[in-house]
């Protein structure tokens, strides 16, 4: 995997081969956050970049218990209508205060 860069606060990882590239891709993914690192397969745009650093913010907020909740509303809703994906999109505001 290749060095990571620091950007907005994270910790950015290109993985433009290897097996966490194909991960990715295999499943469709651009790119994945956890917490403040993000992996992403291609140099992030700025919309995936922003949608990434959304779900930084969620993970600030939400602290351990982000992938548990996430997990447990993809399998309710699916990747689409996951509150946590919608708000990444820009779609809804799940944190009015912000
Ligand atoms: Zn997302």
Known sequence: MALPRFRDG??????????????LTRRGFAAITLGHVIVAAREPDDAIWRHEL?????????????LPVYLRLQ????YTRNPLEREAAGAISLFPDE
């Open 54 to 66: 959304r779900h930084v913010r969620q993970y600030d907020r939400l602290g351990l218990a982000f």
């Open 10 to 23: 994270c910790f950015l990882y290109v993985s433009d081969r290897g097996l966490a590239h194909l991960l």
């Open 75 to 78: 399998a309710k809703h699916g």
